[in-house]
């Protein structure tokens, strides 16, 4: 856990000779606790207090990276139980897991859809993070073809799911430079899992059905010199993953409690019943998992798993905004209609992407509502006609817009009148309140 | 050494709160609905059980929706024609309770009139004993000019009324009050306002136990993360000690997540998207189980296979894990 200003003063030689260019040791510390400056401008601080800062500024959560071929997942470096407190910051991986019992042609059918998966929300292009390769057959030479497969049609990190050394160094043989996930050392065979990770430079998962075990194994890991771990407490149910997540995740944050200091890998593709994988997936979300392995990939289960991890990985203080301006969709004329709306990214784009993809043209001012959706923005006095035609002016809509018709969100119908005064050369209408019901406005009404 | 495990121990917890009258106490439903009572975060059943399963209703409304997903209709098929029909499929899909929520207009697009308001309930009443929510269509006037009537007429069944907002909860207060009735108080997804709103309420003498408060929701894609966080934050105050925010909570998953374009258009949308139903039952589901683990004790949902899914969720957080 990081260090409050005065606990770093205790550490630091307490001698104000400056040579930090701060005034004070205490100044430095207090630039030090707010981490905006480095340890070692202080020339004269012990070894000993250097080891102590050193172990402290170490996240409670340490980060945790699997790399392939320029792709990366990454996981840990969270600071908070609740997103409210600050944010979340690293958005747990989605992997989909295929098993070297299949054949090639299997392998690949499942594949190639999720690696080539890309949906586009507000803005933002989603994608998987990458592909899990489990060994069933206990073949090493099965489980090495099976990731060569995978090779051919996907170059996204991979994790490796054997218990058996053997079976694992054929694996990362067949991957040979890659930082994969090798899943999993547990009391048996973490000698020779620690080897391996070691031998590759990968990080290494491990696995014990109790807290104390895991920890205990944890610790033995570290002592190998193996680092970067992730924990499987071997829960697979909802309230399971509930209540270890739950104490995994304090005890790091709160008790800095090192041994649990690493991400969680979750595996939603246990699920008996096929409906329950999106909802242990969706839990693991947002209740403290880094990796989580999926059986199932089809797009109406991956798309809302992708927005939720958007959702509960935002940071809270600052909505997602799009600039405000005067946007063009699909190269308006002059005589083209003019539409208003609020600079939150969803509501922008939902009315940008409804035009755009209904083949029409029109003119988008995005107002300044400080990244407010309409109603909200209204409701807090951020979108009203004041505004409105503050950012007409400033955006020179007059000079581009001949037509001088203007289409007020249906939500705010209430402000039309203001809007007409405010803007006595424009023709204010109302459009339709869902912006699903404007190409069939714009067809209909504007242009009939 | 063992690791301890934190426990967090809270000063405060939920209230308890029931709705539906038995014959027992002078009503006609089949069984009460009890929600609340937590004394630590959702299903955190190490430190302590979870007294009662949050529970799920379904939303029909009093006549053929206007503005309802095709998929819902298509689901539901005729009885959308009839209340009382609906209720008792929505009762046969396996909802605890309803919500019936009231239209603004009757089917040739008039003003609704309380008479039919008051006669769509009684027929739900008539056809289904599970517990009733009835909301008003969200208008100030209109919700008043409805809920009052209906408030009168089911005396005795202690159902759950709304919609009362800050600027409009007196009428349908002093209605409930009148009546043994209890209210649903909505507030826009603010801890001060929800507070504010219920400390209102209850200064019009309102037992605090007669109030199930719903801190607005957004859907997936749409808003979630501000519900989710304001409802984990209620809860939070709420088991600090902070009485005006120790109130069971309500959610209309279902009302948001079936207006999102992902739920209500099925061509021309990007094939990314997927299947559209089941895209769809994922939107209202995901929306749903991520509340209800942030604290919502009541989920309003419409499909009958979010139902089915949220249940299983539901089983599945009440279980109480084997000790470590
Ligand atoms: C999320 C949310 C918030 C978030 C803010 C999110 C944000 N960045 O804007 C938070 C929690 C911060 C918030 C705060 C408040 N909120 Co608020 N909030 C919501 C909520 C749940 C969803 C809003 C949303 O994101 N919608 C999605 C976007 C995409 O919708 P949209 O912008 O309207 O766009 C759609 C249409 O308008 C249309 N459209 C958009 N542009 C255009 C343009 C044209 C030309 C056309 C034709 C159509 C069109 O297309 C879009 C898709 O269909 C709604 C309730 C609800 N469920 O809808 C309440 C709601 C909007 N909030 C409300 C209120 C009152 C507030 C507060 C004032 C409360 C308070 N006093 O604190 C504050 C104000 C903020 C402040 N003071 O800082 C009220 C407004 C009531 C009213 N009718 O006046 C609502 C309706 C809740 C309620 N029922 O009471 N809110
Ligand atoms: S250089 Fe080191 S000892 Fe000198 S004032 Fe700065 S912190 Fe103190």
């Known amino acids: 856990m990081a260090l409050t200003g005065i606990e770093i003063y205790k550490l630091l030689p307490q001698t104000n000779c400056k040579d930090c260019d701060y005034p004070t040791c205490l100044a430095f510390a207090m630039k030090l606790a707010a981490k905006q400056a480095e340890l070692s401008a202080c020339p004269h601080v012990s070894e000993e207090s250097k080891a102590q800062l050193a172990a402290s500024s170490e996240p409670p959560v340490r980060l945790v990276t699997l790399s392939a071929n320029g792709h990366e997942a990454k996981a840990g470096n969270e600071v908070v139980l609740f997103r409210h407190e600050k944010t979340f910051y690293n958005k747990p991986g989605l992997f989909v897991r295929v098993k070297d019992d299949m054949s090639a042609d299997e392998i690949k059918t499942k594949v190639s859809p999720a690696d080539a998966y890309n949906v586009v929300y507000v803005g933002i292009e989603l994608e998987m993070d990458g592909l899990a390769v489990e060994a069933v057959s206990g073949d090493p030479n099965a489980f090495a073809a099976a990731i060569r497969v995978v090779r051919e049609v996907s170059q996204r990190p991979l994790i490796l799911i054997s218990k058996d050394p053997a079976v694992m160094t054929e694996g990362l043989r067949a991957i040979d430079g890659e930082k994969p996930l090798i899943y999993a050392a547990d009391q048996d065979n973490w000698e020779a899992m620690a080897e391996l990770a070691l031998q590759h430079e990968t990080s290494l998962a491990v696995f014990e059905e109790d807290l104390d075990a895991l920890a205990a194994l944890t610790q033995k890991l570290k002592d190998k010199g193996v680092d970067d771990l992730v924990l499987d407490s071997g829960a697979r149910s909802l309230n399971q993953l509930l209540a270890t997540g739950t104490q995994i995740r304090r005890l790091a944050l709160k008790e800095n409690f090192r041994p649990l200091g690493f991400p969680i890998i979750t595996f939603p593709g246990d699920a008996d019943e096929p409906a329950m994988e999106s909802v242990l997936a969706a839990q693991s979300i947002a209740k403290y998992a880094g990796f989580i392995v999926l059986d199932t990939f089809t797009p109406e289960l991956i798309y809302p798993l992708l927005v939720l991890r958007e959702n509960i990985y935002t940071d809270p203080q600052k909505p997602i905004q799009v600039q405000p301006g005067l946007y063009e969709i699909n190269d308006p004329k002059p005589d083209d209609a003019l539409l208003v709306t609020t600079n939150f990214s969803i509501t922008y784009f939902s009315v940008a992407n409804e035009v755009e993809s209904a083949g029409q043209s029109a003119w988008l001012l995005v107002t300044d509502a400080e990244g407010m959706s309409v109603l909200t923005a209204w409701a807090a006095g951020k979108f009203d006609s004041e505004r409105i035609a503050k950012d007409v002016k400033r955006f020179e809509v007059d000079d581009k817009v001949s037509n001088k018709q203007l289409v007020l969100p249906g939500h705010v119908a209430v402000l039309s009148g203001e809007v007409e005064e405010e803007l006595p050369d424009w023709q204010v209408r109302v459009g339709p309140r869902e912006a699903v019901d404007l190409p069939a406005f714009i067809k209909q009404v504007l242009t009939a | 050494m063992p690791i ?317 894990p084997e000790p470590a």
């Open chain 2, 4 to 320: 301890e495990i934190p426990k967090d121990s809270w000063a405060g917890e939920v209230r308890t709160v029931s709705f539906g009258a038995t014959a027992e106490n002078g009503g006609t439903r089949s069984k009460t609905i009890t929600v609340g009572g937590e004394k630590t975060l959702p299903f955190l059943q190490f430190e302590v059980p979870m007294p009662h399963p949050p529970v799920i209703a379904l939303e029909i409304k009093d006549r053929r929706p206007d503005d309802w997903s095709s998929l819902l209709l298509e689901t539901w098929g005729d009885v959308v024609d009839d209340p009382g029909e609906w209720a008792k499929a929505a009762e046969e899909a396996g909802a605890d309770l309803l919500q019936l929520t009231l239209s603004l207009t009757d089917n040739e697009g008039k003003p609704a009139k309380p008479d039919d308001a008051v006669a769509a309930v009684k027929k739900v009443l008539e056809a289904s004993a599970l517990p009733l929510i009835v909301m008003g269509p969200g208008q100030a006037e209109v919700d008043n000019e409805l809920i009052v009537p209906i408030a009168d007429a089911t005396k005795g069944e202690n159902l759950a009324l709304g919609i009362c907002e800050d600027k409009n909860y007196r009428t349908i207060v002093a209605a409930a009050l009148a009546n043994d009735h209890l209210v649903t108080s909505r507030a826009p997804m603010d801890v001060n306002l929800s507070k504010q709103l219920n400390i209102l309420i209850t200064d019009m003498g309102l037992p605090a136990d007669r109030i199930i408060m719903d801190p607005t929701t957004g859907a997936l894609g749409y808003g979630i993360e501000y519900g989710y966080s304001v409802m984990e934050r209620l809860r939070l105050a709420a088991l600090q000690g902070d009485a005006m925010t120790q109130l069971p909570m309500m959610v209309t998953v279902g009302t948001e997540t079936w207006k999102t374009k992902e739920a209500k258009v099925g061509e021309d949308v990007p094939e990314a998207w997927g299947d559209w139903l089941e895209r769809s039952i994922n939107w209202e589901t995901l929306t749903a189980v991520s509340l209800i683990e942030s604290g919502a004790d009541i989920v309003v949902l419409r499909h009958p296979e979010s139902v089915r899914r949220v249940r299983l969720a539901i089983e599945d957080l009440m279980a109480v």
